[in-house]
């Protein structure tokens, strides 16, 4: 007669069985615990060089905390968005009391450990698995990788982002300022001191990136992306995000969990 599996002593096949199914809930999403992933329509936008008048029709978000366990209350962070017709233009707007970054990290160092803001980009696909996306320091150092899971990432993949100063002719701009106040610059809540990122992406850069057809001479109907931030201060970290991962400890290395872009064309 076969014994009770009561009865029946946990060998190491069943104790390696029981291991990997704890591994793989630490990684993957929880289900139900997440709303479906946000969409935004980012409206088009005469490219007016970063004139004022242009950002302030740009679209909106303010990245949220979905941690489960808070260090501290997080300062607003508002992303501004808007479809040159040629590009993606993003500015960060970060509130930010104690700004801390080193400018002496190298190129894909641990920028997680500064004050940084991340963009992350992936085919439009209900169930995309890969993703490309980079994080930009307050002192300006890039950390740029491919993605396809929190615990998965190719660091080899260039973004050939820089900073305006110094590259001037760099594929990806971007611009860095800390401001004593963010409201003239189009903050609604974050509108305290802090510092502003703004960067440009070029459609035929991140379609070619992305492995999607040319789109001419104007975006992709719509995209996959994520935005995030992490902020240090004193009472501690503090990490927020568009798009829920629906992981225990956020992360925006989960492309099947970013928002939507619903690009304007008109």
Same mark, same amino acid.
């Given at each position: 007669m076969g014994s009770d599996i009561s009865d029946r002593p946990c060998g190491p096949s069943l104790l390696r069985l029981v291991s990997g199914i704890l591994v793989l809930a630490?990684? #993957?999403p929880h289900a139900g615990s997440a709303e479906p992933p946000p969409r935004l329509l980012v409206p088009a936008v005469a490219d007016l060089a970063g004139a004022e008048a242009a950002w302030s029709r740009a679209a909106r978000i303010e990245l949220s905390d979905f941690w489960k366990q808070k260090s &501290?209350? !997080? $300062?607003?962070?508002?992303?501004l968005l808007f479809n040159t017709g040629r590009a993606l233009r993003v500015r960060?707007? #970060?509130?930010?009391?104690? /700004?801390?970054a080193d400018p002496a990290r190298p190129r894909d160092g641990d920028t997680y450990h500064d004050d940084c803001v991340e963009i992350f980009f992936a085919r439009p696909e209900a169930s995309v698995a890969e993703g490309i996306g980079l994080e930009i320091s307050a002192a300006g150092v890039v950390s740029d990788m491919r993605v396809w899971r929190r615990d998965k990432l190719d660091h080899g993949w260039d973004s050939r982002a820089a900073l305006v100063d110094g590259h001037p002719d760099a594929t990806v701009p971007f611009t860095i &300022?800390?401001?004593?106040?963010?409201?003239?610059? @189009?903050?609604?809540?974050?509108?305290? #001191?802090? =510092?502003?990122?703004?960067? $440009?992406?070029? =459609?035929?850069?991140?379609?070619?990136?992305?492995?999607? +057809?040319? +789109? @001419?001479?104007?975006? %992709?109907a719509r995209?996959? #992306?994520?935005?995030?931030?992490?902020?240090?201060?004193?009472?501690?970290?503090?990490?927020? /995000? =568009?798009?829920? !991962? @629906?992981? %225990?400890?956020?992360?925006? &290395?989960?492309?099947?969990?970013?928002? =939507?872009?619903?690009?304007?064309?008109?």
């Open positions: 630490c990684f #993957a &501290h209350l !997080s $300062e607003p962070t508002e992303v960060f707007l #970060a509130e930010d009391s104690d /700004i801390r &300022h800390r401001v004593p106040s963010l409201r003239p610059f @189009g903050g609604k809540d974050a509108v305290g #001191a802090g =510092w502003m990122l703004e960067i $440009e992406f070029p =459609w035929s850069y991140l379609c070619r990136e992305l492995g999607l +057809p040319d +789109p @001419g001479d104007g975006p %992709p995209l996959r #992306a994520n935005f995030a931030r992490w902020d240090y201060g004193a009472a501690g970290r503090m990490f927020t /995000i =568009w798009s829920d !991962s @629906g992981l %225990p400890l956020p992360s925006p &290395h989960v492309p099947g969990r970013y928002g =939507w872009l619903m690009l304007s064309k008109e």
